[in-house]
């Protein structure tokens, strides 16, 4: 569907940082039918907004030249809407998260910080100037969920509702023995939490972007 705003601590813009720029644009282009328009942010920088239908989805970026200086694994970030990046990050801090990277602006697009929240996992706030997010979202081929993974559910739940205003609850689990938890915000579940399982592994806290597609089965043998 078209997106024309997001409401504060609504998700609202999901983006890649990988150390292959140009072999993710082809597999996500191939995946999803996405096409890319790269514009330079920075010295040796380039942030390339995937489109579908002619509207923005997502984005991939590589490290800049002090961040290629540290081995850091590709992950996508969840983007958080917010009415003030300054003071919803000293709010995230009084609360015991921490702020990776402080409130600046994007050009004309808006204003954004990066946050860890005292379980580890990491995601962005979003000030929107002319950049609201996502124009396109919760359909084929583009972006459709968000989803935290966390060691620490109580400490989780209670630094999300307590920062964006969301409400939490329980929820059956296709494995009876996993705790997963609902967030809503205004009524509408917006995003969810599941605890870390130890069989996973060496899995830390971090923030799940999912995508939707007409089959997944099909979408899983494209993919390989």
């Known amino acids: 569907?078209?997106?024309?705003?997001?409401?504060p601590g609504t998700p609202s813009w999901v983006d890649l940082q990988t150390t292959d720029q140009e072999a993710a644009k082809d597999f996500y282009g191939q995946l999803f039918g996405w096409a890319f328009d790269d514009m330079p942010v920075g010295p040796g920088t380039t942030y390339s907004a995937a489109k579908f239908r002619g509207r923005s989805v997502?984005?991939?970026y590589g490290p800049g030249p002090e961040q290629a200086k540290v081995d850091?694994?590709?992950?996508w970030?969840?983007?958080i809407t917010v009415a003030d990046a300054d003071a919803t990050a000293a709010r995230a801090v009084e609360l015991g998260g921490s702020v990776l990277a402080k409130p600046i602006d994007v050009f004309q697009e808006g204003r954004m910080a990066v946050i860890q929240d005292p379980t580890g996992a990491v995601?962005?706030?979003w000030q929107p100037k002319d950049g609201v997010g996502a124009r396109l979202a919760n359909e084929p081929n583009t972006w459709c969920w968000n989803e935290l993974y966390t060691s620490d559910l109580d400490a989780a739940?209670?630094?999300?509702s307590e920062l964006f205003g969301w409400s939490s609850k329980a929820v059956q689990s296709t494995e009876p023995a996993i705790k997963m938890f609902s967030f809503s915000l205004a009524g509408r579940e917006i995003a969810a939490m599941m605890e870390i399982q130890k069989e996973w592994g060496e899995v830390p806290p971090n923030w799940a972007v999912y995508f939707?597609?007409?089959?997944?089965?099909e979408a899983v043998e494209k993919a390989k």
């Open 157 to 160: 739940g209670k630094f999300y």
């Open 77 to 79: 970030s969840t983007y």
């Open 1 to 7: 569907m078209e997106m024309e705003k997001y409401a």
């Open 58 to 60: 997502a984005a991939i």
């Open 72 to 75: 850091t694994a590709p992950q």
């Open 212 to 217: 939707a597609v007409e089959n997944c089965r």
């Open 123 to 125: 995601f962005s706030l």
